[in-house]
C-alpha cells in the first residue's frame, strides 16, 4: 500500500519561499506519477504541479514560475519548490501519486504566509 507523508509546511512571510517533501514508501516510486495539490478553508481541492514518472512537469497557471516541482528517485522523495509567496497561497498543501486508476494522498501540510 502506498503511503505519502509531507512536511516542511510553516508560517511564512509574503515574498518568502518554503520547499515542501513528500516521502514515498510502499511500491516501487518510479512507476508514478506525482502531484502538489492544495486547499485552502472554504475551497475545493486545487492542482498545482505533477511530473511524470519520466520527470516531464505540468503546472496550472497561477503556480507557473513561482513552483517548481522535482522528484529523487534515488530518496523516493517528491518536492514542491515554492517561492514569492503570497498570502493567497495559504493553504494545505497535499502531495498525490498516481498510476493508472489508483490514486494515493497523503496528510497534508499547511503552509501559511502572513507578515
Known amino acids: 500500500q502506498v503511503q505519502l507523508a509531507e512536511s516542511g509546511g510553516r508560517l511564512v512571510q509574503p515574498g518568502g519561499s518554503l520547499r515542501l517533501s513528500c516521502a514515498f514508501s510502499?511500491?516501487?516510486?518510479?512507476?508514478?506519477?506525482m502531484g502538489w495539490y492544495r486547499q485552502a478553508p472554504g475551497k475545493q481541492r486545487e492542482f498545482l504541479a505533477r511530473i511524470s514518472n519520466g520527470g516531464i512537469p505540468t503546472y496550472t497557471d497561477s503556480v507557473k514560475g513561482r513552483f517548481t516541482i522535482s522528484r529523487d528517485n534515488a530518496k523516493n522523495m517528491l518536492f514542491l519548490q515554492m517561492n514569492s509567496l503570497k498570502p493567497e497561497d495559504t493553504a494545505v498543501y497535499y502531495c498525490?501519486?498516481?498510476?493508472?486508476?489508483?490514486?494515493?494522498w497523503g496528510q497534508g501540510t499547511q503552509v501559511t504566509v502572513s507578515s
Open positions: 510502499g511500491s516501487i516510486f518510479t512507476k508514478y506519477g
Open positions: 498525490n501519486a498516481y498510476y493508472f486508476s489508483n490514486n494515493y
